[in-house]
């Protein structure tokens, strides 16, 4: 097809780029083209374009940079979505999957806008934004105002971002309430580095989406595990909360309280002897020491003051008599409180994982090297089942038991 015209964009002022380009291709006739030269990739105008114009061109790259890029835009006459501009979008998103690109918006106005499009959504619709940058500070954003009730992902990285976020339609689980229904799946969780249990109140896409991981493939682990031939777990979630009280500390705390005077000794003799070649042992013992501060702590107000209250709410509430009134209130407030030290051991483990590039051995270690390497993975994996059964059973079934 012969192009009529050429468009040199790069002499036309700022404002007047885009505006002037939509206005040719208007004024084309149906088969005709011209050829856009810019020096940039101009693909932002291309999803401009299909959004506002729908499927009535053809996009063909002639030239792909480094200096210079040249496409052939040609009106096709096809499926059309109507005429008005992007700055002119409707509110709400009628479509599944509108693309709406961010850098045309005004920088005050860019997450307001988003966050306006999303609300509009209907459960299970789409929309996509396009963006010059890692959109990623407004998945946090998101998730910490809307929470747990989208889906984000990555169509493109780089030069050009483009993400589809979606709207769940309310059946999505979280990582803790996977985990809560079959603990098998915890160990998936544990390979791919996904926390279930601080940070279980995600999604499997949201989580993979942190840290970088193939969604698709650690869905189908868990669905095969569905099938796979294993012991069943414990029955963690059909036990009275009282139960699961006492099994958490006879078990999980009791191994903690023995566990950590171990660590704490071995994490200061391998930094002792091995600190000089190996540095990164000096803060491993470091936070060996900070999670023993934190756990000793938090172990003892667990036992004394919080599973106690949780029974006799659950013997109140079974005999119908009145709870006594605590001296903290609700118990939502001593277990906000419980949670957050949960987060700070996690975090604290995350970073000796990291410092030790998960346990990986050097080839100078001695017996005591391979020992402290070895206990400090036991301990992780059952501090995770530790506070999983908190986080994701006891705390939720206690706040659902008291608003009754």
């Known amino acids: 097809m012969q192009t009529i015209d050429s468009l040199f964009v790069p002499e036309l002022a700022p404002a007047q780029k885009h505006p002037t380009v939509l206005n040719k291709f208007d004024n084309l006739q149906i088969g005709e083209s011209f050829l856009l030269i810019n020096d940039h990739d101009p693909i932002p105008l291309y999803y401009e374009m299909k959004a506002e114009k729908g499927e009535v061109f053809t996009w063909k790259k002639v030239e792909n940079g480094p200096e210079v890029w040249k496409v052939e835009i040609t009106k096709t006459g096809g499926n059309a979505t109507g005429s008005s501009k992007l700055s002119e979008q409707k509110s709400a998103v009628t479509e599944d999957n509108f693309v709406l690109n961010v850098t045309l918006i005004e920088p005050r106005l860019k997450h307001p806008t988003i966050f306006k499009h999303f609300d509009a959504l209907k459960p299970g619709q789409a929309f996509q934004i396009l963006n010059d940058h890692d959109p990623k500070p407004l998945y946090y954003q998101m998730l910490g105002e809307r929470g747990n009730v989208f889906t984000w992902e990555y169509l493109e990285k780089g030069p050009w971002w483009r993400v589809q976020i979606r709207k769940n339609d309310g059946d999505v689980e979280t990582l803790g309430e996977i985990a809560t229904k079959d603990l098998r799946k ?219």
């Open 186 to 404: 915890a160990e998936i969780f544990k390979k791919y580095g996904l926390d279930f249990c601080c940070g279980g109140k995600k999604t499997v896409r949201q989580a993979c989406a942190e840290k970088g991981i193939d969604a698709t493939k650690v869905e189908e682990e868990l669905q095969n595990a569905e099938v796979a031939a294993i012991t069943r777990p414990l029955p963690y979630n059909d036990w009275s909360l009282s139960f699961l009280a006492d099994y958490i500390v006879n078990t999980h705390h009791s191994y903690v309280s023995k566990s950590l005077p171990e660590l704490r000794t071995y994490a200061t003799k391998v930094a002792k002897v091995h600190g000089a070649h190996h540095p990164e042992l000096m803060p491993v013992r470091q936070l060996v020491e900070d999670i023993n501060e934190e756990l000793t702590g938090h172990m003892v107000k667990e036992e004394n003051i919080l599973f106690p209250f949780i029974k006799q709410l659950e013997s109140a509430k079974s005999n119908g008599k009145k709870v006594e009134p605590s001296g903290f209130g609700t118990v939502e407030n001593p277990i906000n409180m419980m949670e957050h030290e949960h987060e700070a051991v996690g975090k604290n483990l995350e970073k000796i994982r990291v410092l030790t590039n998960n346990y990986a051995l050097p080839d100078d270690a001695c017996a005591s090297y391979k020992l402290l390497f070895k206990m400090l993975e036991e301990f992780e994996s059952d501090l995770f089942i530790h506070i999983h059964l908190e986080n994701n059973i006891l705390f939720p079934k206690a706040l659902k038991l008291e608003k009754q």
